[in-house]
């Protein structure tokens, strides 16, 4: 349907070929704060990228047997499935999407002996909006070659109310 509606508004078939083999690049976002998970989901949305958001590590396997996904970002400390017991999860199922671990403590010991969970960034909180970015663009460009959209959305300071509060 979108290809159809840029073909009457007058965009080129090869314009609209280009928009179907170059799909979004997909990322879940999980963190149990409803704050936070709001904020990097839209930021991320309104960067260009097709984003799904998870409550807990529970939700979030849901999602990871359902969907395929280009990036996982997730928070350490949750309920009932914790961001490692997460990781822990998809590698034992051989699933070797990265991951961005993100935290207000990162277990650096835990992480140091369990190098086989292939962790390929992490974002210490509270991180910038900019550093959220930045860290998503590398991780993606390393992993798939793709270039993902230059900077953040113009309007990223809008967003939300909980922008200061990340950013504090």
Same mark, same amino acid.
Request: charged share 20%; with cysteine; hydrophobic share 40%.
């Given at each position: 349907?979108?290809?159809n509606?840029? @073909?009457q508004?007058?965009?080129?078939?090869?314009?609209a @070929?280009?928009c179907?083999?170059?799909?979004?690049?997909r990322?879940?976002?999980?963190?149990?704060?409803?704050?936070?998970?709001r904020?990097n989901?839209?930021? !991320?949305?309104?960067s &260009?990228?097709?984003?799904?958001a998870?409550?807990?590590?529970?939700a979030?396997?849901?999602?990871l047997?359902s969907?395929? /996904?280009? !990036?996982?970002?997730?928070?350490?400390?949750?309920?009932?499935?914790?961001?490692?017991e997460?990781?822990?999860?998809?590698?034992?199922?051989?699933?070797?999407l990265?991951?961005? !671990?993100m935290?207000?403590?990162?277990?650096?010991?835990?992480?140091?002996?369990h190098?086989w @969970?292939?962790?390929?960034?992490?974002?210490?909180?509270? /991180?910038?909006?900019?550093?959220?970015?930045?860290?998503?663009?590398e991780?993606? &460009?390393?992993?798939? &070659?793709?270039?993902?959209p230059?900077?953040?959305?113009?309007?990223?300071?809008?967003?939300?109310?909980?922008?200061?509060?990340?950013?504090?």
């Amino acid at each position: 349907m979108t290809a159809n509606k840029s @073909l009457q508004t007058g965009a080129s078939a090869s314009a609209a @070929l280009q928009c179907q083999t170059n799909p979004p690049q997909r990322i879940l976002v999980v963190d149990d704060d409803a704050d936070i998970r709001r904020l990097n989901f839209e930021v !991320l949305t309104e960067s &260009g990228y097709q984003v799904d958001a998870a409550k807990d590590g529970a939700a979030a396997w849901q999602a990871l047997n359902s969907s395929n /996904y280009d !990036l996982l970002i997730t928070d350490i400390n949750m309920p009932i499935v914790t961001g490692l017991e997460l990781v822990k999860k998809l590698r034992s199922e051989d699933m070797m999407l990265p991951v961005i !671990l993100m935290s207000g403590t990162l277990p650096t010991e835990e992480l140091e002996l369990h190098p086989w @969970l292939q962790i390929q960034a992490t974002l210490l909180k509270p /991180y910038t909006l900019a550093e959220l970015f930045k860290t998503v663009k590398e991780v993606l &460009g390393a992993t798939r &070659g793709a270039s993902g959209p230059d900077a953040p959305p113009a309007n990223w300071q809008c967003l939300s109310p909980a922008v200061n509060r990340l950013q504090a």
